[in-house]
T-cell receptor, first 115, second 113 residues
Framework: NAGVTQTPKFQVLKTGQSMTLQCAQDMNHEYMSWYRQDPGMGLRLIHYSVGAGITDQGEVPNGYNVSRSTTEDFPLRLLSAAPSQTSVYFC??????????????FGEGSWLTVV | AQSVTQPDIHITVSEGASLELRCNYSYGATPYLFWYVQSPGQGLQLLLKYFSGDTLVQGIKGFEAEFKRSQSSFNLRKPSVHWSDAAEYFCAVGDETGNQFYFGTGTSLTVIP
């Protein structure tokens, strides 16, 4: 049981490049989400999904795309990276579609630098 | 809109001393409140949560938090801090849909011998 796995752990991009942050969970969780963490800002929700084929925007969705074709995977795509997207990204999952009453499991983070 | 304020950016305490980390929230209805801890290079781990009922909630690692509606606060406490408690602590509030969480900016805890 690996929990929530994020790849890559570190990435440097040039402005304008595209990339995908991968997130996978092996706990059969319905709810998955992506956060970014910036100094002095705490964690902010980018996108979330309550099940395969269902995604929705969070607090800061601009510049990011997501899809949920399977229960296990929830990739985050940066179509044209900008320096403002330099951040630490966390994927999280929870068993329930409404995770309030359930434990949320976080991945170990992906450090992204856009130059 | 929901928001969470952690007024202390950084706190230093001696090992064995008591600890209180402050959290204030802004939310119209009964809030769902959480405290998470983040060790360096790691993801977040849930310490405790409050949904309803007893306003004093117990969590893991000897932490507790008290919900005070009149003060819109959910402060985290520990009677005796251990060196391993050094980490970043985040307070969070969940919205009524159960799908979105709003985090505070975090409090960094340093423990000195």
């Amino acid at each position: 049981n690996a929990g929530v796995t994020q790849t890559p752990k570190f990435q440097v991009l040039k402005t304008g490049q595209s990339m995908t942050l991968q997130c996978a969970q092996d706990m059969n969780h319905e709810y998955m989400s992506w956060y970014r963490q910036d100094p002095g800002m705490g964690l902010r929700l980018i996108h979330y999904s309550v099940g395969a084929g269902i995604t929705d925007q969070g607090e800061v969705p601009n510049g990011y795309n997501v899809s949920r074709s399977t229960t296990e995977d929830f990739p985050l795509r940066l179509l044209s990276a900008a320096p403002s997207q330099t951040s630490v990204y966390f994927c999280a999952s929870s068993f329930s579609r409404h995770p309030i009453g359930n434990t949320i499991y976080f991945g170990e983070g992906s450090w992204l630098t856009v130059v | 809109a929901q928001s969470v304020t952690q007024p202390d950016i950084h706190i230093t305490v001696s090992e064995g001393a008591s600890l209180e980390l402050r959290c204030n929230y802004s939310y119209g209805a009964t809030p769902y409140l959480f405290w998470y801890v983040q060790s360096p290079g790691q993801g977040l781990q849930l310490l405790l949560k409050y949904f309803s009922g007893d306003t004093l909630v117990q969590g893991i690692k000897g932490f507790e938090a008290e919900f005070k509606r009149s003060q819109s606060s959910f402060n985290l406490r520990k009677p005796s801090v251990h060196w391993s408690d050094a980490a970043e602590y985040f307070c969070a509030v969940g919205d009524e849909t159960g799908n979105q969480f709003y985090f505070g900016t975090g409090t960094s805890l340093t423990v000195i011998p």
